[in-house]
């Protein structure tokens, strides 16, 4: 359960403390349609998450922390996953899969990692996987 902690107003910003458990988030949200732009750091599935909101979507860079080490990374466009995203073990650390989105968000391949070796890469709008032999 959260608690609004304090939440001030400056203007074109609202910046909300919420208590979590034992986390401490701070909101930053926009007051009004004329300043869109909004950053956040919130706690999604024990995750320290953070990034930008444009018109209630995310946008541009995201990235995802767990105990220090990061979990993923990416960039959105109008709440839309683009580009290339990475994700690690939060444990040891290594790159375990790499997503490869178009602008229109359409994800085209993936590429497998185990113990930060790239082992495959499944081309997701051919239907291929290409298997990596060492």
Same mark, same amino acid.
């Given at each position: 359960? *959260?608690?609004? !902690?304090?939440?001030?107003?400056? +203007?074109?910003? !609202?910046?909300?403390?919420? /208590?979590?458990? *034992?986390?401490?988030?701070?909101?930053?949200?926009?007051? @009004?349609?004329?300043?869109?732009? @909004? $950053? $956040?750091?919130?706690?999604?599935?024990?995750?320290?998450?953070? +990034?930008?909101? /444009? @018109?209630?979507?995310?946008?541009? #860079?995201?990235?995802?922390?767990?105990?220090? &080490? /990061?979990?993923?990374? +990416?960039?959105?466009?109008?709440?839309?996953?683009?580009?290339?995203?990475? #994700?690690? &073990?939060?444990?040891?650390? #290594? /790159?375990?899969?790499?997503?490869?989105?178009?602008?229109?968000?359409?994800?085209?391949?993936?590429?497998?990692?185990?113990?930060?070796?790239?082992?495959?890469?499944?081309?997701?709008? *051919?239907?291929?996987?290409?298997?990596?032999?060492?």
């Amino acid at each position: 359960m *959260s608690k609004v !902690a304090a939440c001030l107003n400056y +203007g074109i910003i !609202a910046i909300c403390v919420l /208590l979590l458990s *034992s986390y401490l988030i701070l909101l930053f949200y926009p007051m @009004s349609d004329m300043h869109e732009v @909004s $950053s $956040s750091a919130i706690i999604e599935r024990g995750k320290s998450v953070r +990034g930008l909101f /444009l @018109s209630k979507e995310r946008t541009g #860079y995201w990235r995802a922390m767990r105990d220090g &080490n /990061l979990v993923w990374h +990416g960039n959105y466009k109008a709440g839309m996953k683009i580009g290339e995203w990475e #994700y690690y &073990n939060d444990t040891t650390g #290594y /790159l375990i899969e790499k997503e490869y989105f178009s602008d229109e968000g359409q994800i085209l391949k993936t590429d497998n990692y185990e113990n930060g070796v790239h082992i495959d890469t499944q081309d997701l709008v *051919s239907g291929k996987t290409i298997i990596k032999i060492p």
